[in-house]
């Protein structure tokens, strides 16, 4: 809710908010300003400059709504051998840290390539999650993820090496991105220490100890996101995506930047970076 928006309580008897029902000898109430802002609407410097949160926003909704399943390779598949030696030396990182290798899956790119991915749990079964090589500017870099979950559902997630941009999160999901300038053991250090909300809560932690059953907890995972985004307000939910990637370029811009490019996007937003 926008500063100055008062929630307004609807009659019992009429269903609308009472503040809106004129009352003897009281002047007709002014129009409340939040029932103005609507994306069909915008004032032109908000237009201008949501032009290109919208479009990141739009291309992430179709990557989602697109999602497939990554489909299980085999160590002979040519893509797999291809990446094999990069994989292998990640994993002596994480080995140290109670990880083993569940085997590779590939995810198939528009030019027919595969990109491969190699999957991994811990020990005790509470942590598993994938690594994988991006394309940059400044060459290959290394992409790390772990989920746990825990009955309920709820999940916690830490990325290292993404690049932050992300559709807003359901609030069943812990999200933890990190720099490449953390160690993976500050990470999965990090990973633990967040899972004391679930297990304190009373939760059971998801055993994974197989790749079948990494990847269908990533795929409960997505189902669970997807689940809440068309279970909330449509307009709303929007507002929490844009507000999103708005956090994602304020934590790589300097500040006098950011708000010199989305002022007027960030107020109408009313985007506050303490809470994003």
């Keep these: 809710m926008r500063p100055g928006c008062r929630r307004q309580e609807p009659s019992r008897t009429t269903g609308v908010p009472a503040d809106s029902i004129p009352q003897d000898d009281e002047p007709e109430p002014r129009p409340n300003p939040c029932h103005d ?27 989602a709504a697109n999602h497939r399943p990554p489909e299980v390779l085999e160590p002979s598949n040519a893509a797999v051998l291809a990446v094999a030696e990069a994989h292998d030396q990640a994993m002596k990182e994480l080995a140290p840290l109670g990880f083993d290798s569940l085997g590779d899956a590939g995810e198939r790119r528009k030019d027919g390539s ?31 993820l772990l989920v746990t979950e825990g009955s309920g559902p709820a999940y916690c997630t830490s990325l290292r090496g993404g690049s932050g941009l992300s559709l807003a999160r359901p ?10 300038n953390v160690s993976l053991a500050d990470m999965v250090r990090g990973h633990r220490e967040r899972l004391h909300s679930l297990t304190t809560a009373g939760m059971r ?20 996101r997807m689940t809440w985004r068309s279970s909330s307000d449509e307009h709303e939910l929007l507002r929490a995506d844009l507000r999103s990637v708005l956090a994602n ?28």
């Excluded at 491969?116 to 790390?144: A, E, M, Y």
């Design 114 to 144: 595969i990109a491969v991915s190699r999957w991994f749990g811990h020990s005790d079964g509470t942590i598993c999650g994938w690594l994988g090589f991006i394309r940059t500017k400044n060459g290959p870099r290394l992409v790390v």
């Design 171 to 180: 609030p069943h999901v812990s999200h933890a991105d990190h720099e490449m």
């Design 37 to 63: 802002m609507t994306f069909n609407s915008l004032p032109p410097e908000v237009d201008e400059q949501l032009a290109t949160v919208r479009k990141a926003v739009d291309s992430l909704r179709a990557a």
């Design 205 to 224: 932690l998801t055993s994974v100890g197989t790749l079948g059953e990494a990847i269908a907890l990533m795929e409960r995972l997505h189902q669970a």
């Design 249 to 276: 370029s304020y934590r790589r811009m300097a500040a006098e930047d950011f708000w010199l490019i989305y002022r007027h996007a960030a107020e109408w937003l009313d985007f506050r970076p303490g809470r994003a």
